[in-house]
């Protein structure tokens, strides 16, 4: 099982498929472990990368979490790909790993090229909502629980509990969770979601709020499916995710076509 090091913890992954590089990032309390189905069809035409994050599945434990770890764990997968020599890639994130993969646009633009964020919560952290969610947790049923521990293992309550705390402690933090710099975004994105998402209330009106910030946005919403879109309209969300990597990398191909004959026509 490959691992790379990162802050003295051993951060583990899945490195799958040949072709262009898609960067796949699981959500709050999800890992690699419960993306097979997503790692095995986007495989078939890419390289997918997806991390367990640091203090979750196969990767090294932590006491704590820093407050938005989502930023911390766009550093990291910035560091993972370095390390493993990719020179450009594209990031499809879904709920909290969505956020991640926008982080990441801001911090490491010149290999982004692309990003598909699914069910994010938008920029700005509503606190009754994470406490409820929080509380939530504590009465879950057996199927959750049961997810939790084939994602991260035995110690999953300790992993669900410290992902908790650090929920709690971001919502109290006002201000944008992405530090007001989604402007910075110059890359393409595609943000989908579900109006029934009933873990995030007006999620059509955060995204949008959110989507006009960036440069190069384009916004897509089902009227059924719940959270997250990736897993609940699954065959949807792999046409619409595909489609726009397709486009993305089209459009980067005729760009770099046009630049060339730019400067073969200045020479």
Not at 207 to 217: F, L, P, V, Y
Request: aromatic share 10%.
């Amino acid at each position: 099982m490959p691992y790379f090091e990162y802050n003295d913890k051993k951060i583990f992954y899945v490195d799958e498929g040949k072709g262009d590089v898609v960067l796949l990032l699981p959500g709050n309390t999800s890992t690699s472990a419960v993306h097979g189905s997503e790692i095995e069809y986007f495989s078939r035409d890419f390289r997918i990368i997806c991390p367990d994050y640091l203090g979750y599945g196969n990767s090294d434990r932590v006491s704590s979490l820093p407050v938005n770890s989502w930023w911390e764990n766009a550093v990291m997968c910035k560091e993972l790909m370095k390390s493993i020599g990719v020179a450009g890639y594209t990031v499809i994130g879904t709920s909290g790993g969505g956020i991640t993969a926008l982080d990441l646009a801001i911090i490491d633009p010149e290999r982004v090229s692309c990003v598909v964020a699914d069910s994010i919560v938008g920029e700005y952290i509503d606190k009754a909502q994470i406490e409820a969610e929080v509380e939530s947790r504590k009465n879950a049923q057996k199927e959750l629980k049961f997810f939790w521990s084939f994602a991260n293992g035995e110690d999953w309550q300790f992993v669900v509990d410290m992902d908790s705390k650090m929920l709690l402690e971001t919502a109290d933090i006002e201000g944008s969770i992405f530090n007001d710099r989604l402007e910075e975004i110059k890359c393409c994105v595609l943000i989908t979601g579900s109006f029934r998402d009933r873990l995030i209330e007006n999620i059509a009106d955060r995204i949008c709020a959110m989507a006009k910030k960036i440069e190069n946005c384009k916004v897509v919403m089902f009227s059924r499916g719940g959270h997250p879109l990736m897993w609940t309209r699954k065959q949807d969300f792999r046409r619409e995710a595909t489609n726009f990597i397709l486009s993305c990398r089209s459009l980067k191909a005729e760009r770099f076509k046009l630049e060339k004959q730019t400067v073969d026509t200045d020479c």
